[in-house]
């Protein structure tokens, strides 16, 4: 080997042999885990996007999401797996509450924080939730329902994925509104996962046991929009009101089925992407998080539908 050609090898392998620089170490990015128990609803896919367009906004911080698609064993494996990566955040959007409790747990007390968004765990071992009041906004739905109503109708009730906290809040605040009025009724409800087609499956079956409805409440957009097209499949329409959560901007959102007819009004559920990783980046910096965070909700109605249809 020619002289030159060794010194140069030499070279290269001392400078491989130096000790990191503070400098170079900094330029390690913090890793945030992302788990996200499912991409299909609309809801979910505008929380991804804002989550990663607000992340662009920190060069510090790599954000990596993985889909559990509404299966807790799956999720606990995510959960596993972002440990195992040793993330620095993680991130958690639960499928349901009691079988990822332990997951969570687990992170929080090993010393990665947490942050839990829109479905709670039970306990407190978490770094903050952040999320809206869906009890509140399940009374807003039912006193605005009551008082379309009148105090006096047949109701459907669509439910999303029952083991989610979510789904039992805006359920239980919902029918502790209709409670108050004697002439306000629930005849039929069914469970349909928060997905469209499963709705309208549902509702289909409530279609063929009830001559009369008079209005549909279902716990998201997706879910309301399900029914109201199983209604018009069987010319049924215009017989009923229908009544969702989310108000989702765009073409495909909520606020535009309130302006396009299909809803009668929509309660505004902030998709929170945008605010977790603000949090997250707060929590890298070493700043304090209050430990539970709530966002603003609002009725949407054909009134004020414009306004919530355009990109936020």
Not at 128 to 136: I, M, Q, S, T, W
Not at 202 to 230: K, S, T
Not at 280 to 296: F, H, Q, T
């Given at each position: 080997m020619k002289p030159a050609l060794v010194l140069a090898v030499a070279l290269a392998l001392a400078i491989a042999l130096l000790p990191v620089s503070s400098a170079q170490q900094s330029e390690r990015k913090l890793l945030v885990g992302f788990s996200q128990c499912n991409n299909a609803e609309p809801w979910?896919?505008?929380?991804?996007?804002?989550?990663?367009?607000?992340a662009a906004k920190h060069p510090e911080i790599e954000l990596v999401f993985a889909d559990a698609a509404q299966d807790n064993a799956k999720q606990v494996a995510d959960v596993?797996?972002?440990l195992a990566q040793r993330v620095d955040l993680l991130i958690i959007s639960p499928n349901e509450a009691k079988p990822l409790t332990k997951i969570v747990r687990k992170a929080f007390e090993r010393g990665t924080p947490v942050v839990v968004v829109d479905r709670a765990v039970e306990g407190e071992a978490f770094t903050?939730?952040?999320?809206?009041?869906?009890?509140?906004i399940g009374r807003a739905a039912g006193e605005w329902i009551a008082a379309t109503l009148g105090g006096k109708g047949k109701i459907v009730e669509l439910k999303g994925l029952m083991g989610s906290t979510p789904a039992q809040e805006r359920s239980r605040g919902f029918r502790e509104a209709v409670a108050k009025h004697a002439g306000l009724e629930i005849v039929h409800e069914a469970e349909a996962k928060w997905l469209r087609d499963e709705a309208r499956t549902?509702?289909?079956?409530?279609?063929?046991?009830?001559?009369?409805?008079?209005?549909?409440?279902?716990?998201?957009?997706?879910?309301?929009?399900?029914?109201?097209?199983?209604a018009k499949a069987a010319g049924r329409e215009r017989d009923m009101k229908f009544v969702g959560i989310d108000a989702l901007p765009g073409a495909d959102g909520g606020a535009q089925a309130v302006l396009d007819g299909k809803l009668a009004a929509t309660f505004l559920y902030p998709n929170c992407g945008k605010e977790a990783v603000e949090?997250?980046?707060?929590?890298?910096?070493?700043?304090?998080?209050?430990?539970?965070?709530?966002?603003?909700t609002a009725t949407v109605t054909k009134e004020?539908?414009?306004?919530?249809?355009?990109?936020?």
């Open positions: 979910r896919q505008a929380m991804n996007a804002a989550a990663r367009a607000e596993e797996n972002f903050c939730f952040l999320g809206a009041d869906n009890l509140e549902q509702f289909e079956h409530a279609l063929a046991a009830q001559p009369r409805i008079d209005l549909v409440y279902a716990h998201n957009d997706p879910m309301a929009v399900g029914a109201y097209l199983a949090i997250a980046a707060r929590i890298l910096k070493g700043e304090k998080v209050e430990k539970r965070i709530r966002l603003k004020n539908a414009s306004e919530f249809a355009r990109a936020r």
